[in-house]
Each structure stands twice: as structure tokens, then as C-alpha cells.
């Protein structure tokens, strides 16, 4: 299993980024993906999730309408659009997902967002 995050970046406050997160190795179309972040000192946090359809998604109070989680299955790749960047949001952002017994992880992408 494989997972490959792209698309951090620095940005000032206010502006856009769009996050992929390409997977091999899994049945995507099936999977449960998520969306998470560590800042720096700070436990990592659930940003998002999307169920395998795309049809269900759930966000984290701090992203709430600012964030948006889509995937596409015949890509097998999950995206987070992510407007209205605060500086609060700087963190390493990673994508995982679990087959039930093991939790898999992406290597992650750095998102620094200055005021």
C-alpha cells in the first residue's frame, strides 16, 4: 500500500491550496479515506473524511466551510481543498486509511500559512 500526498505549499493567509493524495497497492474504491494534521508540538487531528462513494464526508469543527474533501475513484486519488487558509492551519497535512487491522499512512506534505 501506497500513499502520496502533493500539493502543500506556503501561502499567505486568505488564499487556496489543493491537496492530493494518490493511492496504489489498495482497493480505493472501497476504502474509507481521511485526511489528517500535526503541527508542530501539537498531536495530530482529524481533519476529514470521505467514505468510499464520496456520497458521505465529515470535517473538523476548525475546517468547517472552508474545506472541502472529494475523491475521485477512477484516479484513485482523494483531494482537500482547502480555502480561507488561516495560519493555524500550518501543519503537515497526511492522508491515511485502515483495512481494519492496519492503518496506513502517507509520508505527508508541509502546508505553512503565514499572516
Known amino acids: 500500500v501506497q500513499l502520496v500526498e502533493s500539493g502543500g505549499g506556503s501561502v499567505q493567509a486568505g488564499s487556496s491550496l489543493r491537496l492530493s493524495c494518490e493511492a496504489s497497492g489498495i482497493a480505493f474504491s472501497l476504502k474509507t479515506m481521511r485526511w489528517y494534521r500535526q503541527a508542530p508540538g501539537k498531536q495530530r487531528e482529524s481533519v476529514a473524511s470521505?467514505?468510499?462513494?464520496?456520497?458521505?464526508?465529515n470535517y473538523a469543527d476548525s475546517v468547517k466551510g472552508r474545506f472541502t474533501i472529494s475523491r475521485d475513484n477512477a484516479k484513485n486519488t482523494m483531494y482537500l481543498q482547502m480555502n480561507s487558509l488561516k495560519p493555524e492551519d500550518t501543519a503537515v497535512y497526511y492522508c491515511?486509511?485502515?483495512?481494519?487491522?492496519?492503518?496506513?499512512w502517507g509520508q505527508g506534505t508541509q502546508v505553512t500559512v503565514s499572516s
Open positions: 491515511s486509511t485502515s483495512t481494519g487491522r492496519i492503518d496506513y
Open positions: 470521505i467514505n468510499s462513494s464520496g456520497g458521505i464526508t
